[in-house]
């Protein structure tokens, strides 16, 4: 089993800035997908950016050239660095492990570890 601790969010307001961070314990793998989704009430998590242990990432349209994934620790801590806040990007995240290693996939069902959640609120 691995567990998910999330930290960082907030309320902002437009434009600036937050990071939030993922730390997993337990069992962790060499080969993996870590990944951010965030949910909007009333809709399903969506995958918002990902990153594998080739170090490729992959974002959602609407948050590319303003967030940015990252990892340190040998996978163990992953980040996610959100610039350029809109209003839009309102929302619960969650981190999310899949250790059985890329490709990464956007479909929630891959991902049996999640972070516990933390909301982002962004005002105008």
């Known amino acids: 089993q691995t567990h998910l601790v999330q930290s960082g969010g907030g309320s902002v307001q437009a434009g600036e800035s937050l990071t939030l961070r993922c730390v997993a314990s337990g069992y962790t793998d060499n080969e993996f997908c870590l990944a951010w989704f965030r949910q909007y009430p009333g809709n399903e998590r969506e995958r918002v950016a990902n990153i594998d242990h080739y170090g490729r990432s992959t974002y959602v349209e609407n948050v590319e050239g303003r967030f940015t994934i990252s990892l340190d620790n040998a996978a163990s801590i992953w980040y996610l660095q959100m610039n350029s806040l809109k209003p839009e990007d309102t929302a619960m995240y969650y981190c999310?492990?899949?250790?059985?290693?890329?490709?990464?996939?956007?479909?929630?069902?891959?991902?049996?570890?999640w972070g516990q959640g933390t909301q982002v609120t962004v005002t105008q």
């Open positions: 999310a492990a899949d250790w059985s290693g890329p490709p990464c996939k956007a479909d929630t069902k891959w991902f049996n570890y």
